[in-house]
């Protein structure tokens, strides 16, 4: 019996490829197996994927005739997959090489539809910090904090192929986050498991860049209104889970008017911020008074110009409000294009 099936989507992976699989093909729990999804990579992926196939009989290519983007090649590994559980690994990560064992262990034990473990995060510099979204979890008893690093757990394979659980094609970035709050939603339980670690590497040109493409920030900045309106459908009972899950949408629209340095796209950011307090005012997690306060009143009496001159002079007021925010540097007026 396959108890993990491993999915990994591929493209032009070829300087990372090597770390990624050689931590996935080590694990300690054998009954697994390793489906690489090769997006029509140009480089010498698909040369790297074949030497290991044969040497390692688990690992299953599928090539893609066309070039999808990441959604469509993890749909395409979730019709593909035998196992009892599912993992995601990106091509450029690595996991730690016993994550599917304690994993599933830890899930067998207390019949999870989802185990989480941890994160190691290495920066563009270098500098390697830890997540301690576990122990905010239990601290603050509900699942619902699970919003991000998704792929720290492993998901029930009847949770997510019996409610249609899928990755939203046609949005460059955010459709993980998507998966993962469809996912939460749904489970019965979800185990924690602290002492085992996906190690996620930082790099630019990705969703995790410093400065993003328009694009990107309006699929991001959608997906996170579907996750609102996901909370608002679903009506679950658990107060300060939903006030977290809605502060952190609304946060999201505020942070991502610092990733691209156009006025208009400033604007739209702004925009679906007042859209997302409208959609959460009626919970939001009591922090955000303190977090936010002079913006949280701009949100409340739609003032539109002043929440927009607020941001574009940046002064030290800004800062220390929203010192947190780890995308605001120094950013002037002056900085921003008029398109």
Known sequence: MIKVSIIIPVYNAQKYLHRCLNSVINQTLKEIEIICVNDCSNDNSLEILS????????INIINCTKNGGESVARNIGLDNSNGEYLA?????DEIDLNFCEKLYSKAKEENADISKGEVHIIGYDGKETYSH??????????????AYYWWTGIYSSNLIKQNNIRFLEGYPLGGDVLFLNQAVLKSNK??????????YYRRENSGDSLILPKEKIISALTIHEKIIDNIKATNIDDKNGVGFLNFWNLKAALDYAFRNKKIDILKMCLDRAFVFYEKTKYNLK?????????????????KREELFEFYLKNDSSIKMLM????????RKKEMYEVK
């Open 51 to 58: 030497k290991y196939a044969n040497k390692d009989k688990r």
């Open 88 to 92: 995601f690994v990106d091509n450029d």
């Open 133 to 146: 979204l576990n122990s905010d979890i239990r601290k603050n008893n509900s699942k619902l904090y699970f």
């Open 190 to 199: 979800l185990a924690l498991v602290d002492d085992v670690f996906y190690h």
């Open 286 to 302: 009591p922090e955000a008074e303190s977090f936010y306060p002079i913006i949280l009143d701009m949100l409340e009496k739609g």
């Open 323 to 330: 010192a947190n925010l780890r995308f605001l540097h120094n």
